[in-house]
C-alpha cells in the first residue's frame, strides 16, 4: 500500500514534469492593438500576415459605443470566439470602457474595408491589409 502510493507520487511528479513544458510549447497568439476613440481607430490601418494566429485586442476608450467593422476581412479568416462578433458576423461592439479580444487567422492576402458602422459618415473609417 505505502509503495503504491510512492509510485502515484512518482508518477504524478513525472506527469508534471513532462506536462510543463509541452503546454509552455503552444505557440502564442501575435497581439494586436486597436484602440476606438470618438472617431477613429488607433491605428486605423492594421497589417496582418496570412497563416498567423492573432489576437486582436480592442478598447472603446470613447464615450461613444463603436463597432470595428470588418465582414469581408472576418469572412476569410478563421475565428476561434465567433461568440464576439454581431451582426451577422461582421463586426465587434464596443460600449464606452469596453475590452474585447478576437482570436483570428487571416487566410486570403488582400486589402480590406475597416469602418465603424455609427461613424463612418464621421470619418471613423480605416483599414486591413493581409500580406
Ligand atoms: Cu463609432
New binding site residues.
Given amino acids: 500500500m505505502r509503495q503504491t502510493r510512492a509510485l502515484w507520487r512518482i508518477g504524478c511528479l513525472l506527469g508534471l514534469l513532462v506536462a510543463a513544458p509541452l503546454a509552455q510549447s503552444a505557440p502564442k497568439p501575435v497581439k494586436l492593438d486597436v484602440v ?1 476613440v470618438d ?1 477613429s481607430f488607433e491605428p486605423d490601418h492594421l497589417i496582418f500576415r496570412h497563416g498567423v494566429h492573432y489576437r486582436l485586442h480592442l478598447e472603446n476608450h470613447g464615450n ?4 470595428f467593422t470588418a465582414p469581408v476581412f472576418f469572412a476569410t479568416a478563421t475565428i476561434d470566439n465567433p461568440g464576439v462578433l454581431d451582426n451577422n458576423r461582421s463586426e465587434v461592439t464596443l460600449q464606452p470602457g469596453d475590452k474585447k479580444d478576437l482570436f483570428l487567422t487571416p487566410h486570403k492576402p488582400g486589402k480590406y474595408d475597416l469602418r ?1 458602422a ?2 463612418d459618415w464621421y470619418g ?1 473609417i480605416g483599414g486591413i491589409t493581409v500580406k
Wanted: glycine content about 0%.
Fill in positions: 476606438l472617431y461613444e459605443t463603436h463597432e465603424c455609427d461613424h471613423m
